[in-house]
C-alpha cells in the first residue's frame, strides 16, 4: 500500500542546533515530493517541494531536502534553527505510474512537532 | 500565484445545524479541488476530490450525503457539513490541483 511515513512525531532541540526531519515513502512510479510547515494556530505552508531535478532543494526560511530515489527518502533539514522554527511538519507525497496517468491524490505522513528552546 | 482563499476561518454552529465552507482559487481556474479534514495533533486526510461540473469522488470512510460537495464553477468549491454533531468539529482545509498551495483553512465548532 501506498504509505508516507515520518519517522519522528515529536522533536525537541535548542536554538542553534541542526534539524533534519525524516521522511521515506512506499510508492511507485514518478514522485512528487512536498514539506509544508504549520505553525501554531495558523494553517499549512509550503516549505518546499521536489519534482525533478537537482535531488536537493533549497525552500523557504533556510530549509532545504534532499530526495534520495535509492532510500525512497526526502529528508528535511535546516543547519540551524531559531525559536520561531517551532512548528508541525508534515511531508506529503502525490505520484503517477506513468507519464500519461494523472497524478495521485496527496497523501501526507502523519507529521512532526518540532520545538525549539531558548 | 496560485493563491487558494477558504471562508469562513471559523464557525460555530449548534448540534443539527448545517455549515458551508467555500474554497475558491483567487487567481487560476480549477477543474478539481481538494477537502481535507484535520483532527488536533493528528496530520491532514483528504476527504473529498471536488471536480468541477460532476460529482465528487469521496474517499473511504467518509458519508458523501453528510458532506456534501458542489463545485458549480471553475473557481469555487463548496462543502457543507449538513446535520453536523460534535464529532463533526475539526479542521476542515481546501486546496486546488496544480497549486500546492492551502486554504487557510475552517475550524467547525459543533455545540
Known amino acids: 500500500a501506498q504509505s508516507v511515513s515520518q519517522h519522528n512525531h515529536h522533536v525537541i532541540l535548542s536554538e542553534a542546533a541542526s534539524l533534519e526531519l525524516g521522511c521515506n515513502y512506499s510508492?511507485?512510479?514518478?514522485?512528487?515530493l512536498f514539506w509544508y510547515v504549520q505553525y501554531p494556530g495558523q494553517h499549512l505552508q509550503l516549505l518546499l517541494k521536489y519534482f525533478s531535478g537537482d535531488p536537493l532543494v533549497k525552500g523557504i526560511k533556510g530549509f532545504e531536502a534532499e530526495f534520495i530515489k535509492s532510500k525512497f527518502s526526502f529528508n528535511l533539514r535546516k543547519p540551524s534553527v531559531q525559536w520561531s522554527d517551532t512548528a508541525e511538519y508534515f511531508c506529503a507525497v502525490n505520484a503517477r505510474r506513468m507519464t500519461t496517468d494523472s497524478w495521485g491524490k496527496l497523501q501526507f505522513g502523519a507529521g512532526t512537532q518540532v520545538v525549539v528552546t531558548p | 500565484g496560485a493563491v487558494v482563499s477558504q471562508h469562513p476561518s471559523w464557525v460555530i454552529c449548534k448540534s443539527g445545524t448545517s455549515v458551508k465552507i467555500e474554497c475558491r482559487s483567487l487567481?487560476?481556474?480549477?477543474?478539481?479541488m481538494f477537502w481535507y479534514r484535520q483532527f488536533p495533533k493528528q496530520s491532514l486526510m483528504l476527504m473529498a476530490t471536488?471536480?468541477?461540473?460532476?460529482?465528487?469522488?469521496?474517499e473511504q470512510g467518509v458519508e458523501k450525503d453528510k458532506f456534501l460537495i458542489n463545485h458549480a464553477s471553475l473557481t469555487l468549491s463548496t462543502l457543507t457539513v449538513t446535520s453536523a454533531h460534535p464529532e463533526d468539529s475539526s479542521f476542515y482545509i481546501c486546496s486546488a490541483r496544480g497549486s500546492h498551495t492551502f486554504g487557510s483553512g475552517t475550524r467547525l465548532t459543533v455545540v
Open positions: 510508492y511507485g512510479g514518478t514522485v512528487n
Open positions: 471536488s471536480n468541477e461540473g460532476s460529482k465528487a469522488t469521496y
Open positions: 487567481d487560476f481556474q480549477a477543474t478539481t
